[in-house]
């Protein structure tokens, strides 16, 4: 009988822990965004930022290493013609989202790595590049 109960609390700690891990869920009162990522040969690297709404939708742009979250305050938002939207689609822990700008579309998979950390891969079906990049969350 004490076997039995002592195996049932140990279940029911393992089922709360697993549990517990899975709820992770975005963060709507900020941004994520990379460290300075520099591609082959380039002096200036690059920052790119992504912020997700609580309908669905998701924006994304990329700036100078030297930009701040901050900076992008007053044109950073769904309204603005210079960024990339989309809508996303989470389940459990992955993410999934295609963005579109002028220039054309991005497609996103990844998952949430904890709290304030996202990792995506990405490929631009607009020049055919493909990357993997830490997203950070910055309130």
């Not at 279940?11 to 549990?19: D, G, S, T």
């Not at 030297?66 to 960024?83: H, M, V």
Request: glycine residues 6%; positive net charge.
């Amino acid at each position: 009988m004490m076997k039995i109960l002592i195996c049932s609390i140990l279940f029911f700690l393992l089922f709360q822990r697993f549990n517990a891990q899975e709820k992770i869920e975005l963060k709507f009162d900020g941004l994520y965004q990379t460290k300075c990522v520099f591609e082959k040969d380039e002096i200036e690297g690059t920052n790119y930022f992504i912020r997700f709404y609580p309908n669905g939708n998701v924006i994304e742009v990329g700036t100078g290493c030297d930009a701040t979250p901050q900076d992008l305050e007053s044109w950073f938002n769904l309204n603005s013609k210079d960024i990339s939207i989309g809508n996303y689609k989470l389940k459990n822990k992955k993410i999934s989202f295609q963005t579109k700008s002028i220039a054309g579309e991005v497609n996103y998979k990844g998952k949430i790595l904890d709290e304030n950390t996202i990792v995506l891969k990405s490929h631009s079906l607009i020049n055919g590049n493909r990357d993997r990049h830490n997203y950070y969350f910055v309130k």
